[in-house]
């Protein structure tokens, strides 16, 4: 093994030794290519730059030149059309001047040049004189190369011979007419630019006649024209015998090196750009500077890189070290040759080194190691035969490998993992068996796939308990819903004679608390459907000042009778707005009530609104509620959101909750495009802060005016305010709120008759005399409620009705009482809950039935089976009752040998209405199904249904 390693690093030193020499060399052969090839770069963009220059500058002039001889031509044209028809003298005069201003629009300039006509040699017009003579004209240089000229031409630049002024003539002849016309260009008397470009100029630019003489200059730097002079006509004269064009020419202006560029125009003169080279010499020291740095760099980089390999070998030393603990680690370390098929063992426990030799066959030192292993060994001899190794080999199969179980030399099992290494480029054709004992990984990985399952169970247990849970909520909530609705109904039917101002409250009270109730079960089935977005706000206009002090009201009488104080401050709020009141109101009393649940008697809960700045989405309304209560620790405030999720720390039952109120406050806060943020410390207190947008509706606004047309002052209005019950006042009667009147208690009733649908006969034969027990109930009930200190009407319990029953049929005279009637059509009813018992036997009482009473599923069934056919018409049945449930009693029921067993209908009565109970129910046998709260309408059509089907049998 050690020789084998030894090897290994000789090997690897060389070749590290000479790559830091190759790289030497080639970042150093890099760095002078670069450095050349840069600065050739910048020399001859720098040049093709200037070249380009001096192409635009020699283009300008080209085109002024032209532009010259096409108003030549112009007036050559126009003077040959006036001769043709015998202008006179005047007329030639005219024209002249007229086409003076023409040409001054042409060439661009107002002042600097003028124009003339030569008639028969001699004969001279201008825009200033009349025509004179002058014979010695075409004896003139310039006239007779005027002459020669085909067509237009333009002189060089020459002197004036009067005022020795620069000047251009350009001239056109016609030798037909013996006339030729001309003009006079003074380039330095002219509003022209020698060059016309916008940008900054990089050096000097000049026209110069044919001798080199300049006569125009541009610069943006110092010098005048008379500094340049000679320079200038020496560089022209050099130029000129170059033998290939516009290549740049080197000379000096004093002791500045320039660069000179220059071409001659079709008429002679020259155009000569010249710039200074300490440009380019600075861009040059630039690129010198920066390519020092650069060597600079890579010699450190070389340094490093030297150190670094010298870290590398004895990092490699290092790591064989540490390859010989895992060697020693390993139950067997072979290295097989896959040529010659044969290995070197590199490391093996003492059991392995009895059992083959350091070096021999593969494929026998193979069989005998695999023998110890007890199952799937003809596996392992298929995974990692000579054959198979040289497949992985070609694959390039790096992590291949596996996990057997082998008897160890003491006899017990144990498992291994065998495993291949190699890399082609260190070891080529060789490739590393190494095989391990993993007993304590595979017992690790055996337990934790085990803690897995048992998590995964777990977690499919909780989502089971979670289900019934939250179907255990719906059903404890509904029942109480169950009380609180249909003991209204019957409380709003039996006391229409009663205080109508005190029990119109009484019943709003109660119709508002059921409806929110209601509102909330259906919230918390719907809460699934909000993790699927599959709930829609419904939006309305309300008065945000209205709904915000009912919502207030509802809270702040019992913060008085608790000790706490309930504060509120509300801003800018008092206006009609856009929104959905039943989800602002829902989400507003489960902060609320939480804030009151969890502070102390003599603390306060501040409850403040306020308008912010609007957004995209409307107006922005905060919503704050700040209490002194307990607090909830940072850990909780994690999970606030979560659903189920509650505060360890608390564990009275007062204190306890579903765990789903804030995870519905956040799905209806997203509905709603708002943000809720939630700050708290222990034993401090909490402060929730929620924003919401909501549009505001101007006065102008048709749904304002419908809202302020209705007058509601309640967003969520209760039964009586919506008229959805007859509830008439007497005459007599006063709505004085928070009082109890005595007249209204006692008021002669006039249409009592309404009392007897909510009463029973018997009990109501002198109306008047139950009218005045109720009306003493209700009175007595309202001043002994302590809870009460403003003296609320409360809704009336079923005692109530049973104790103002019991005293009104006391009251009744014998000579009063009322025949006997017809027997009443008889219901079984199942219940073990006795305010529903109640309530349903005065809802069948209100059809005209009877109630007999089970306590529960067994005594439902006994008391089927020991009745006499057509003993009951149906039976109402409740699902969840101790001893026996309702499915299950329907279940003994179908299954007696009761001769209407399979033909008496029965009806769950039931807070079970989800899909699967319902479909439970029917399964069970039963007819139909009541939802909790019960719907008076929907019994009182069932009970006509099984009514005429008992009267048609």
């Given at each position: 093994m050690n020789s084998h390693l030894s090897s290994f690093l000789s090997r690897i030193s060389f070749p590290l030794f000479l790559l830091r020499v190759v790289v030497f060399f080639i970042l150093l052969g890099a760095g002078a290519a670069l450095y050349g090839i840069l600065r050739s770069n910048i020399v001859e963009d720098f040049h093709q730059h200037e070249a380009y220059t001096l192409g635009e500058f020699r283009g300008e002039q080209m085109n002024r030149l032209l532009?010259?001889?096409?108003?030549?031509?112009?007036?050559?044209?126009?003077?040959?059309?006036?001769?043709?028809?015998?202008?006179?003298?005047?007329?030639?005069n005219r024209w002249l001047r007229e086409f003076f201003l023409q040409a001054q629009v042409m060439i661009g300039t107002k002042r600097g040049f003028n124009t003339w006509i030569i008639l028969d040699d001699k004969k001279?017009?201008?825009?200033?004189?009349?025509?004179?003579?002058?014979?010695?004209?075409?004896?003139?240089?310039?006239?007779?190369?005027?002459?020669?000229?085909?067509?237009?031409?333009?002189?060089?630049?020459?002197?004036?011979s009067g005022s020795g002024r620069p000047v251009i003539t350009v001239t056109h002849y016609d030798r037909k007419h013996r006339a030729m016309f001309g003009f006079d260009l003074y380039p330095g008397g002219t509003d022209m630019t020698i060059y016309s470009t916008s940008e900054r100029l990089n050096g000097y630019y000049f026209l110069t006649d044919r001798t080199g003489r300049p006569f125009l200059m541009r610069t943006d730097h110092r010098g005048s024209m008379e500094d340049f002079s000679d320079a200038v006509e020496a560089w022209v004269r050099e130029l000129g015998t170059l033998s290939v064009a516009e290549q740049p020419l080197r000379a000096h202006v004093g002791t500045k090196a320039v660069s000179v560029y220059g071409s001659e125009l079709f008429n002679g003169n020259w155009v000569v750009h010249s710039y200074f080279t300490e440009d380019l010499d600075r861009k040059l020291q630039h690129l010198n500077l920066v390519s020092a740095a650069c060597a600079l760099f890579v010699a450190l980089l070389l340094v490093w890189g030297s150190k670094f390999l010298r870290r590398l070998e004895h990092r490699l030393v290092r790591i064989s070290n540490i390859i010989r603990t895992m060697f020693r680690s390993s139950e067997l370390v072979v290295l097989v040759n896959l040529q010659t098929g044969r290995y070197e063992l590199l490391a093996g426990t003492d059991t392995v080194q009895r059992a083959i030799p350091n070096e021999g066959s593969y494929e026998t030192a193979l069989h005998k190691l695999t023998e110890a292993i007890t199952t799937g060994r003809s596996e392992f001899l298929a995974n990692f035969s000579l054959d198979s190794l040289k497949q992985h080999y070609d694959d390039n199969a790096r992590k291949f490998g596996g996990e057997f179980e082998y008897r160890?030399?003491?006899?017990?099992?144990?498992?291994?993992?065998?495993?291949?290494?190699?890399?082609?480029?260190?070891?080529?054709?060789?490739?590393?068996?190494?095989?391990?004992?993993?007993?304590?990984?595979?017992?690790?990985?055996?337990?934790?796939?085990?803690?897995?399952?048992?998590?995964?169970?777990?977690?499919?247990?909780?989502?089971?308990?979670?289900?019934?849970?939250?179907?255990?909520?719906?059903?404890?909530?509904?029942?109480?819903?169950?009380?609180?609705?249909?003991?209204?109904?019957?409380a709003e039917r039996a006391f229409v004679s009663c205080d109508r101002t005190k029990m119109k409250l009484a019943l709003g009270h109660i119709r508002h608390g059921a409806d929110i109730l209601l509102r909330l079960v259906n919230d918390l089935l719907e809460l699934a459907a909000a993790r699927d977005g599959k709930i829609q706000l419904e939006l309305r206009p309300f008065r945000l000042d209205v709904f915000l002090a009912t919502v207030s009201r509802s809270f702040a009488d019992g913060t008085r009778k608790d000790g706490k104080h309930f504060i509120t401050d509300f801003t800018d709020v008092a206006r009609p707005v856009s929104g959905d009141p039943v989800r602002l109101e829902l989400i507003l009393n489960n902060l609320l009530s939480n804030a009151l649940k969890y502070t102390a008697s003599g603390k306060s809960v501040r409850f403040s609104v306020e308008r912010i700045t609007s957004g995209d989405d409307g107006e922005h309304f905060r919503f704050t509620i700040r209490d002194e209560g307990c607090g909830m620790s940072p850990e909780f405030l994690k999970t606030i959101f979560t659903p189920y999720a509650r505060e360890q720390r608390y564990h009275t039952r007062e204190m306890r909750g579903t765990g789903l109120g804030m995870p519905i406050v956040k799905s209806l806060l997203q509905l709603m495009n708002g943000t809720i943020r939630i700050e708290s410390q222990v034993g401090e207190g909490t402060t929730v802060v929620m924003t919401i947008p909501m549009e505001i509706l101007s006065e102008d606004d048709e749904r304002a005016r419908n809202l302020n047309l209705q007058g509601s002052e309640s967003p969520v209005a209760s039964p009586l305010e919506t008229g959805e019950i007859d509830l008439r006042p007497s005459k007599d009667s006063t709505e004085v709120p928070n009082a109890v009147s005595e007249e209204t208690a006692t008021a002669p009733v006039e249409d009592a008759p309404a009392l007897k649908r909510g009463v029973a006969p018997e009990a109501c034969a002198a109306h008047a005399s139950c009218n005045t027990c109720l009306g003493t109930e209700a009175s007595r009930l309202d001043k002994d409620r302590t809870g009460n200190p403003e003296g609320k009407s409360a809704a009336l319990g079923p005692g109530v009705v049973a104790r103002a029953c019991a005293t009104a049929k006391s009251a009744i005279k014998p000579e009063d009482a009322v025949t006997t009637t017809p027997a009443k059509p008889l219901f079984l009813v199942a219940e073990d809950n006795l305010i529903d018992q109640e309530i349903l036997a005065e809802l069948l009482d209100e059809l005209g039935c009877a109630a007999e009473m089970a306590e529960n599923g067994r005594e439902a069934v006994e008391k089927f089976r020991n009745s006499a056919p057509g003993t009951y018409t149906a039976i109402l049945m409740d699902v969840n009752m101790p001893e026996m449930n309702g499915l299950d009693a329907t279940r003994a029921i179908r299954g007696s040998s009761h001769p209407e067993a399979f033909g008496i209908p029965i009806v769950a009565a039931t807070a079970n209405v989800l899909t699967e109970d319902i479909d439970e129910i029917y399964a069970a046998g039963m007819n139909a199904y009541l939802a909790k709260p019960i719907d008076f309408g929907k019994l009182s059509s069932i009970v006509k249904q099984l009514l005429a089907r008992r009267h048609a049998r």
């Open positions: 532009m010259l001889r096409s108003v030549a031509t112009a007036g050559h044209m126009q003077l040959v059309a006036r001769l043709d028809s015998k202008a006179t003298d005047e007329e030639l001279f017009y201008t825009t200033k004189n009349v025509p004179w003579f002058d014979p010695t004209v075409a004896e003139r240089e310039w006239y007779q190369l005027a002459k020669a000229a085909d067509g237009a031409r333009v002189s060089p630049i020459y002197n004036e160890a030399e003491d006899g017990h099992l144990t498992w291994g993992a065998a495993m291949l290494v190699f890399d082609s480029a260190v070891l080529p054709d060789e490739i590393i068996l190494r095989i391990t004992n993993v007993e304590v990984q595979h017992k690790a990985r055996t337990t934790e796939t085990a803690l897995l399952r048992t998590a995964l169970d777990a977690a499919r247990q909780s989502e089971h308990s979670k289900q019934l849970f939250f179907h255990s909520v719906s059903h404890e909530m509904r029942t109480p819903l169950n009380a609180i609705c249909n003991m209204t109904t019957i």
